[in-house]
Every structure is written in structure tokens, then in C-alpha cells.
């Protein structure tokens, strides 16, 4: 086995520079922020140097641990060419030079590759066929059309990485699943998606694990072969006298700057001819390893629990700032219900959050909107009123509905006094036409028809920035620098007028990549160079989501790939299964990183609740906004909340962070948007209700409690179509999670890896097992899971 640290070749060393320094400024506003890591593609590949430091103007130059990788900075200072040769190894390292220090950026070789997609037409002759699916955002005018060959069968060169694709096929316009392929799933509308599998070499990829430390050195052990390895230390990889490799073990020496930093991180990458390993993140406690939940806080990304309030359906505090539209033409599905800041204020002071163990709130847009309703749905003949909060009509102003800008203020205080983040719904997108922005700018907007004389509404795909979402909301044109540095500024405004923890941002696909990275910068600026959280909704491929990743943009976004298959997994609807669940998982933890900060949604604001599907009320594939307003959604099958505490524990458990959407704690159902937005339900719970709430709690204080659930590495041991075991590993510490999401009792006879330690087991819920010779045995019954730890 050989090593390599940042270029170094690392023979066997008995000696590690135990406290040893750097002797690198750890307090520069470069070094506070953890510089992503980049996936290049071979050839030309353009990278914004703002993302990585804050004055790209002071960069001297840029250099590379790798002669395959070329590395120039333009000529405008801002961006850097780095030019990939196709025989450059799987991970390299680059630095950034600033007055003699490298701030270094990881950055591995894409896994792209070559894939011939072939479909065969049966005997038929087409005049187009297409493919749309999440490897084109299902969009089959981005890929070629497919081609007869000699054989018989049309086909594409698609460019893809190893993983699970569903798609559907477009024949002469007609868009269907791939009759030659038995692998599909109901897409919810009435038809079916296929599966596409494509197969990688992710079976020979080296995997790390963090297995002991001491008072100054971190030992990890290595499955599979190891080429080369790459640590760092914040923004500096470490010299080669800080890491040696000792009869296959490999010993991190802790640099003594660490100990002067409450917290800091060690990162660990490995690689060999075949691939890129997982990444390794360790969190330090002034220099030593945090293996005490107690000492992490809430400004700890990777520890929070979100928890998603919709404002004016969780809890009406103030009946004084009630105002309905009352209108014959709104009907009251669709108008204000009352919920209101007050009411959001009595649950943080009566310790609702911190019992549950939420320490995030996410709370839904709060600029004024209209007063008037606005939109039509033709079947119920009614008007929509902006209860939601997303048509703003102010950029700065609390709507009065909700409270004051002074009663926010002062939740955000009591929030913080209680260890509580709060996460503001920002609209950067659009504005109402009754905002002043668009009545004295509207030149400030995209157009509303397209030169072809078409609407430009709802394009999502071929319009993505341009879009407009109704006739009576203009997208902003955030291509214009003006309006850019209009809406970060009023973005700024709420952040320092209300001391928030960060965004939650709205359509974020939509908004071009230079309002991200004018928005970051200015919130570093603000904050010493630090960055606060902040995740985006983007539905979309996963490398349209990771496209907005980066250090100067965007902390995570939802996962919606991972969610829409184990969503329709575990509430036992569309065909697909955990082996579905588990690959698409995988390609998510490949993607954004073992330890990424996306969010794991229980369920949205923009779906039907899980309940609904899962107890059989709301049929999948109906149209599900209409079902919501012509019957009644309640919950038939009493299972269903079962199933929905295997989706918590799901969430709870993954590498990411967990988003519980306000009454899934309970179980709350509903049809699509308005009936998915219920008003919150906080007394007279039945029995189902009170027994999925104690569980979610013992969930989310299980999580917050053991560093394992928040920096552990992911291990798969086993995965069946209706089973999942799975486990987390933190040095000594681990948790094995077991999944039975089948309609019978199961049994489990699995025996453990070498990585895991099995003493001092306990389980969760109380489920009886044993272990013996590493082998753990546990009867599970129907819809249920367990936790050892």
C-alpha cells in the first residue's frame, strides 16, 4: 500500500509529529469556513475562487499535488482554469497561495462515464425518441435523440455516473415507461417510471474508518487497497510528518493549532486506481476529538433537527391580528386561519421544541402579502388567499396577520436563550405585482412571453431563470447586478435586523449562481468570514442540486431523490423497495459526501402528507390536489403510523440533517396543497398520536445525544427489498439500525463486520436480542424498527 499526503510519498514512519505546528494563520477569515469539495471533469473546468477565499485578488498563484492537472488563474483574477488530463489520478489536492500560505481545495476526478443506452422498438418505427429522466432533469431535448443502429434498436451515448436513474421513454412524443424493462415504479400520476442501473466499480473504492485516538494523534484502519491518502486540517492539508502508515493503520497526528479553536475538523480523503473513498469528518473540541454530545452546540451544522413551521396553520397566539378574507370567492381552505408569531412564541416557551428535540426552526416566509386573493382553481371556483407567505408584497416588514417585526425579534431572542436556530423562508425569486419593486421597476423582471410569443409560465425546465410561477408574480431578473445587490441586501436586512441563524431558501433553481455567491459573501463579510447555514429547494438531478454546493454558496439543499423513493417505500405505495431506497441513498452520500448537510424531509408543504398515502385514503397516482378538496383524507389503516415512524427513523439516522415537517410528529394527514396544511394539532391526542410523538421524541434526542448518529461513517450490511440493516460508526462507538418495512414479523440473524464493536448494546425500543460470535439476532414485528447503540 502507498501513500500519498498533498504529493508526498509517505514510506513507513515510526514517529508522528505529535502536537506538532503548522505554523499556518489559524484565525484567517479564509480558514473558517470548510473549502468544499470539487468534482472536475476531464478537460476544462472553470472554478469561482471567491467560493474558496474572500479576496481572490491577494491570490499569488495556484499549484497542484498532481502534473495530470493544469491550474492557471484568468486574467480577471476572479475565476481559475483547471485542466484535467485524462490520466490524472482519482483525488487531488489544490492550493490556493496567499503571502506564502496554501489554502488548500480538495477535488477528486469525476466518475462519469460512457454509458450506450439502447431501447428496443419492438417491431414499431419511430420518427423521434427521446429519453427524459433524473440524468437530464427530465428533460429529453438535453440529451440527443436516440438513433437506429444496425441492429434493430435505437441508441444514445449518455454520459452518466454509476447509480439508479428513473426515466421514461418519449416516443414520437408520447411519453411512457420502457416496456423492455421490468425494473419500474409508479410515479404517482398514473404511469410508471423505469430504472435504469448503471454499474460502477464503487465495490473496489477504499473505505475509511476513524478507529481509536489519544490525547494527540487520531488512528484510522483502511478496507481495500489504499493509493493515496489526503487529510486536512480546516483549509490545510497536512504535511507529510503529520500522518504515517504503520502495518496497514494510519496515524493522524492532531496539530497543536487545533487546541487554540473551540471547535475545528479533520477531513480525510482516500483513493486508489479504481476511485474516490468516503470522506472522513472529525470534529475537534479545542483540539481534542468531540466524543461528548455535550459539548456540541447549536452552531454545530451536522447536529441539527429541523423542524418546519407553515406560520399561519401551527398555533394561533393572538386573536387580535386575525383577519380572514372572508370572501365568498376564497374558500376557507385557502384563506388565513390565524396562525401567527405569538403562537410559535407560546411553544418555545413552553419547551414544545426542546422536549421533541428540535434545535432548528425553519419558519416560513413572513414578509407582508397582499390583502387581496389572487390565482384561481377552476374545479373548486376559488381564489387563493397568500396565507403561505410566499407572494411579498414588502421586502422588509413582518405581514400584520402574523405580528410585528418587534414580536420576531423577540422570538429569535427567546429562541436563542433556549438554544434554539432559527431559519428564515427567504423569497429572492419573485415579488407580487403589488410590490413596489416591479410597480417603479418592472423592467427589473423577466418577460412574461417568450419571443415566440408564448407565456412563460411554469416553464421550470426550459425557462429555469427566467420563469415566471403565475401571471401575478414576476420573476426577478437576477442576471441584472442591480437587482442582485437589491435583493442580498434586503436578504442582509432580516439577517441583522433579527439576528437570524440562516436561510431557507425558495425556488432555488430558479436564481442564478451570482445572487448565491453575492449573498454568501456578504453574509462572511458580516460574520468574520463565517458562513451561517443555509439550504436550498431544488427538485432536480443531483448534479443540478450539488451545483449550488460550494463553500460560497450553499450549505445543502433537500434531498427530494432520496425522499420521493423512501417516501412511497415505507408508506407501501408505487412498487419501490429499500435495495431502491438504499442505491439511491448511496448515490446521494457519493454525490454531496458522507457527511453532507442536506435535508432529509419527512414530508412538504408542496406534497401530500405521508399519512394519506400511507393508510390507503389518498390512492396513488390520483390527482391528489382535487381528492384533498372533494372528500375527506382521514386515516382508515391505523399502520400508517407505524409506517410513518420507520420514515423518522429513517431520517434520524442517515448521514444529513433531519427536517420534520410540522405534524408529522403526530401523524397529522392530508391530500396535496391546501390539504396538506392542516392547522397543527397540540391537544387531544389519541393514542396512535401520543405513541408516534414519544417515539420521534426518543428519536431526536437519541440523535442528539450520540456523536455516532451525527459524524459516524455509513455501513450497509445488509439490504433485502423489505429489510434494511444498516449501521453508523464513531470511533469506538456504533449504532446498528434494523428496518422491517414488511407486512409480517421478521427475524434477523446477521453477522456483524470486524469494523463493529458489539459490546455494550442497548436497544432503543426495548426490542429483546442476543450476540453471540458477532452475530446479532432480533425478531422484529410487522412496520417496525430497532436501534442498538
Not at 77 to 96: C, D, S
Amino acid at each position: 500500500m502507498r501513500k500519498i499526503v498533498c504529493l508526498l510519498l509517505l514510506a513507513v514512519i515510526g514517529i508522528t509529529a505529535y502536537g506538532s505546528s503548522l505554523n499556518f494563520p489559524i484565525n484567517s477569515e479564509n480558514n473558517k469556513n470548510l473549502n468544499s469539495l470539487l468534482t472536475l471533469k476531464t478537460g476544462e473546468n472553470t472554478i469561482n475562487l471567491q467560493d474558496f477565499v474572500m479576496n481572490p485578488a491577494d491570490i499569488d498563484s495556484i499549484t497542484s499535488s498532481s502534473k495530470k492537472l493544469i491550474c492557471r488563474i484568468d486574467r480577471n483574477r476572479i475565476t481559475a482554469n483547471l485542466n484535467v488530463l485524462p490520466q490524472m489520478e482519482h483525488f487531488v489536492n489544490v492550493k490556493l497561495w496567499i503571502k506564502g500560505i496554501p489554502y488548500s481545495v480538495p477535488c477528486r476526478k469525476t466518475d462519469k462515464m460512457e454509458f450506450i443506452f439502447t431501447f428496443n422498438p419492438q417491431g414499431h418505427l419511430y420518427k423521434k425518441v427521446q429519453i427524459a429522466g433524473q440524468m437530464n432533469d427530465w428533460t429529453s431535448s438535453r440529451t440527443p435523440d436516440l438513433k437506429l443502429n444496425e441492429k434493430g434498436l435505437y441508441e444514445v451515448t449518455l454520459n452518466l455516473s454509476p447509480g439508479s436513474f428513473m426515466y421514461q421513454m418519449s416516443l414520437d412524443g408520447i411519453q411512457t415507461h420502457d416496456a423492455n424493462n421490468p425494473e419500474k415504479v409508479d410515479n404517482g400520476y398514473g404511469k410508471f417510471n423505469s430504472i435504469l442501473q448503471v454499474a460502477g466499480q464503487g465495490d473496489k473504492y477504499p473505505i475509511l474508518f476513524a478507529d481509536k485516538y489519544d490525547g494527540s494523534a487520531i488512528t484510522l484502519s483502511v478496507q481495500k487497497d489504499l493509493k493515496d491518502i489526503f487529510v486536512y486540517w480546516q483549509n490545510f492539508c497536512f504535511p507529510v510528518r503529520f500522518v504515517t502508515n504503520k502495518s496497514g493503520k494510519i496515524t493522524i497526528s492532531i496539530p497543536a493549532e487545533a487546541k487554540k479553536l473551540d471547535r475545528s475538523y479533520i477531513r480525510v480523503w482516500g483513493s486508489n486506481e479504481f476511485g474516490v473513498s468516503n470522506d472522513l469528518l472529525i470534529p475537534l473540541q479545542n483540539g481534542k476529538v468531540l466524543t461528548d454530545s455535550k459539548e456540541i452546540t447549536r452552531l454545530d451544522k451536522q447536529a441539527q433537527i429541523m423542524y418546519f413551521i407553515l406560520v399561519d396553520r401551527f398555533n394561533d397566539g393572538d386573536k387580535s391580528n386575525n383577519h380572514p378574507m372572508n370572501r365568498p370567492d376564497v374558500n376557507h381552505k385557502v384563506d388565513y386561519w390565524g396562525g401567527d408569531i405569538a403562537g410559535i412564541q407560546q411553544k418555545i416557551d413552553n419547551g414544545y421544541f426542546e422536549k421533541l428535540g428540535a434545535n432548528t426552526l425553519w419558519i416560513s416566509p413572513l414578509n407582508q402579502n397582499p390583502t387581496e386573493p389572487y390565482g384561481y382553481y377552476a374545479l373548486m371556483k376559488t381564489k387563493f388567499s397568500g396565507y403561505h407567505g410566499y407572494w411579498p408584497i414588502s421586502s422588509s416588514k413582518v405581514d400584520f396577520r402574523f405580528g410585528t417585526n418587534h414580536e420576531f425579534k423577540d422570538l429569535v431572542t427567546d429562541a436563542h436563550k433556549k438554544d434554539l436556530n432559527v431559519l428564515l423562508d427567504y423569497v429572492a425569486h419573485h415579488v407580487h405585482i403589488e410590490h413596489p419593486f416591479y410597480k417603479q421597476h418592472p423592467e427589473w423582471t423577466t418577460p412574461l412571453y417568450l419571443p415566440d410569443g408564448t407565456l412563460n409560465t411554469e416553464r421550470w425546465d426550459d425557462q429555469r431563470l427566467t420563469t415566471w410561477f403565475d401571471t401575478f408574480m414576476p420573476t426577478l431578473d437576477l442576471s441584472n447586478p442591480k437587482v442582485v445587490d437589491m435583493m442580498t441586501d434586503s436578504a442582509m436586512i432580516w439577517l441583522k435586523d433579527f439576528n437570524l441563524d440562516g436561510f431557507r431558501h425558495d425556488a432555488t433553481k430558479h436564481i442564478t449562481e451570482q445572487f448565491w455567491r453575492e449573498l454568501t459573501l456578504k453574509i462572511k463579510k458580516q460574520n468574520q468570514g463565517n458562513r451561517l447555514y443555509q439550504i436550498g429547494e431544488t427538485y432536480g438531478s443531483s448534479e443540478l442540486i450539488s451545483s449550488y454546493l460550494t463553500t460560497g454558496m450553499l450549505d445543502g439543499q433537500f434531498d427530494f431523490n432520496v425522499y420521493d423513493v423512501a417516501n412511497t417505500t415505507f408508506a407501501g405505495v408505487g412498487g419501490s423497495n429499500l435495495q431502491q431506497v438504499q442505491a439511491i441513498l448511496n448515490s446521494s452520500l457519493y454525490t454531496y459526501g458522507n457527511h453532507n448537510l442536506m435535508g432529509n424531509i419527512s414530508g412538504n408543504h408542496d406534497k401530500p402528507r405521508f399519512m394519506a398515502l400511507a393508510s390507503g385514503d389518498l390512492k396513488f397516482g390520483e390527482d391528489s390536489k382535487a381528492a384533498g378538496w372533494q372528500r375527506e383524507i382521514g386515516i382508515t389503516d391505523s399502520t400508517a403510523y407505524d409506517k410513518l415512524l420507520l420514515m423518522h427513523t429513517f431520517n434520524m439516522t442517515i448521514p444529513g440533517i433531519p427536517v420534520v415537517f410540522y405534524g408529522d410528529e403526530i401523524g397529522l394527514t392530508g391530500a396535496n396543497d391546501p390539504d396538506c396544511r392542516r392547522m397543527m394539532k397540540f391537544d387531544g391526542l389519541n393514542k396512535r398520536e401520543n405513541n408516534l410523538l414519544q417515539k420521534v421524541t426518543l428519536l431526536a434526542h437519541l440523535r442528539k445525544n450520540n456523536p455516532v448518529l451525527l459524524y459516524g461513517e455509513f455501513i450497509t450490511i445488509q439490504a433485502k427489498k423489505d429489510s434494511w440493516v444498516y449501521a453508523r460508526k464513531y470511533f469506538s462507538r456504533n449504532a446498528i439500525v434494523f428496518i422491517n418495512n414488511s407486512s409480517t414479523s421478521k427475524s434477523f440473524d446477521i453477522p456483524l463486520p470486524a469494523e463493529l464493536n458489539t459490546e455494550g448494546l442497548k436497544s432503543t425500543f426495548n426490542t429483546k436480542f442476543t450476540v453471540s460470535n458477532r452475530t446479532v439476532r432480533i425478531h422484529l414485528p410487522a412496520y417496525s424498527a430497532e436501534i442498538l447503540l
